[in-house]
Nanobody, 121 residues
Framework: QVFLVESGGGLVQAGGSLGLSCAAS????????MAWYRQAPGKQRELVAS???????DYADSVKGRFTISRDNTNNTMYLQMNSLKPEDTAVYYC???????????????WGQGTQVTVSS
């Protein structure tokens, strides 16, 4: 069994910063791609940023230059540093990871429970 646990959400004023963490635990052989998604009220879940197991990153246009995704493969943890936050960044942020239990089984998708980020104007 695998768990993804996010932490670090909260309330911040526009222009402020927040950092999110996502820790994976359980029976893990390897973690491939990891990503942060977000879902605002009444909107579809959208990809915010992704990072491969070799460190290649990709960002949504709306967060480029403001958000930074990173990971610590030793500790199976992913981070999202969010700077210059805007009210439109308000959403529940979810971490996502493609995790293998063993080398001969394809990776499975796992999701965290989500953490609320609220940016006030």
């Amino acid at each position: 069994q695998v768990f993804l646990v996010e932490s670090g959400g909260g309330l911040v004023q526009a222009g402020g910063s927040l950092g999110l963490s996502c820790a994976a635990s359980g029976s893990i052989f390897s973690i491939n791609d990891m990503a942060w998604y977000r879902q605002a009220p009444g909107k579809q879940r959208e990809l915010v940023a992704s990072i491969s197991n070799t460190g290649s990153t990709d960002y949504a246009d709306s967060v480029k230059g403001r958000f930074t995704i990173s990971r610590d493969n030793t500790n199976n943890t992913m981070y999202l540093q969010m700077n210059s936050l805007k009210p439109e960044d308000t959403a529940v942020y979810y971490c996502n990871a493609a995790i293998q239990f063993t080398s001969w089984v394809p990776s499975l998708d796992y999701w965290g429970q989500g953490t609320q980020v609220t940016v006030s104007s």
